[in-house]
């Protein structure tokens, strides 16, 4: 009987793992580290271990593949974000302590996603770099996150629990804080640990300052 032989240099395949999973995987870390013009559908299909033919079949063009990793990560992260803000907004009645220790567990559950994640941040920041270029991305797999969290602080306004005059605003830099924190991660010279450490202080001092109680009074 006689075996078929991989080629030289060509990854083992994950029989336990579909095969789109596995190409959309490759493509996102490949879009993550070199964006969208320097990754070809020749990459992606080495780095996943599949023929072209294989990545084109499961994806169809580039764009569409670009696009599909991008919906890979945001259906990831809108799951522990939906859940997470499903126990937020069910806080909201208990009073202003509550619902902030609510937001604590919701930014959490953010920065571990993120820190678990590194490519989400990296796909977005290619993104980014060309602000103009699929500006579409951002209204499917972006806007509907911001406003999952903007719309639990209006909300929380609205019953009294915190003052919140700019929930735009303030989802939107501590969402950079966060991909900033995970950049700082990559490259930190120091314990990540520490690192991790040192910024939820962070961040819950910053929430601390927005909505305890002596900011709300």
């Known amino acids: 009987m006689t075996i078929a032989r991989r080629r030289p240099g060509r990854p083992r395949r994950d029989q336990s793992r579909p095969t789109r999973e596995m190409v959309l995987a490759a493509a996102t870390e490949l879009f993550a580290q070199r964006g969208f013009d320097a990754v070809g559908l020749r990459e992606v299909a080495a780095a996943a271990g599949v023929d072209v033919a294989t990545v084109a079949h499961h994806t169809g063009t580039k764009a569409q593949l670009y696009d599909a990793c991008f919906a890979r990560v945001f259906a990831a992260?809108?799951?522990v974000l939906q859940a997470a803000a499903e126990s937020a907004r069910?806080?909201?009645t208990a009073g202003p302590q509550a619902a902030r220790q609510a937001l604590h567990d919701l930014v959490d559950v953010f920065v571990d996603f993120?820190?678990?994640?590194?490519e989400t941040t990296a796909l977005w920041l290619r993104r980014w770099l060309e602000p103009h270029r699929h500006a579409d991305l951002d209204a499917?797999?972006?806007v509907p996150l911001y406003r999952l969290v903007t719309d639990l602080l209006v909300a929380a306004a609205q019953v009294g629990a915190l003052v919140e005059p700019t929930p735009h605003t303030t989802v939107r830099s501590l969402v950079w804080a966060v991909h900033g924190h995970v950049v700082a991660l990559a490259t930190a010279d120091g314990s990540p640990a520490r690192e991790r450490r040192e910024f939820r202080v962070f961040v819950h001092r910053f929430l601390d300052a927005l909505y305890g109680p002596a900011a709300g009074s």
């Open 77 to 79: 992260e809108q799951e």
């Open 90 to 92: 069910s806080a909201l």
């Open 114 to 118: 993120s820190e678990d994640r590194p």
């Open 140 to 142: 499917r797999y972006a």
